[in-house]
């Protein structure tokens, strides 16, 4: 049974940073694509970087694109996304979800076990 536990969230004025973390348990974290997901308040989740398992491709909605970035760390069994350069309209709850042998694809119905949650907000 994979388990995800995200951490980092939090209030953060427009143009700050935030790095979020997400630590795997349960299985080989190594062989499992990783993706970071949001949903803010009355919208869908939609997808906002993935990292495939081998650790070289990465890749990003447009709308986070240069601000960004998804990292792993395999001996450490955690996925982080650093956010730069943030807006207001980067607010929402951030998900972290596995896809054990996946490539990183952005469509939520490919990661089969996801995380709680955790909250980031962006004030003016």
């Known amino acids: 049974q994979v388990q995800l536990v995200e951490s980092g969230g939090g209030l953060v004025q427009a143009g700050g940073s935030l790095r979020l973390s997400c630590a795997f348990s349960?299985?080989?974290?190594?062989?499992?694509?990783m993706g970071w997901f949001r949903q803010a308040p009355g919208k869908e989740r939609e997808f906002v970087a993935s990292?495939?398992?081998?650790?070289?491709?990465?890749y990003y909605a447009d709308s986070v694109k240069g601000r960004f970035a998804i990292s792993r760390d395999n001996a450490k069994n955690t996925v982080y996304l650093q956010m730069n350069s943030l807006k207001l309209e980067d607010t929402a709850v951030y998900y972290c979800?596995?896809?054990?042998?996946?490539?990183?694809?952005?469509?939520?119905?490919?990661?089969?076990?996801w995380g709680q949650g955790t909250q980031v907000t962006v004030s003016s």
């Open positions: 979800a596995a896809d054990l042998g996946g490539w990183g694809s952005p469509a939520k119905g490919a990661y089969g076990y």
């Open positions: 990292i495939g398992w081998k650790n070289v491709n990465t």
């Open positions: 349960g299985r080989t974290f190594s062989r499992a694509a």
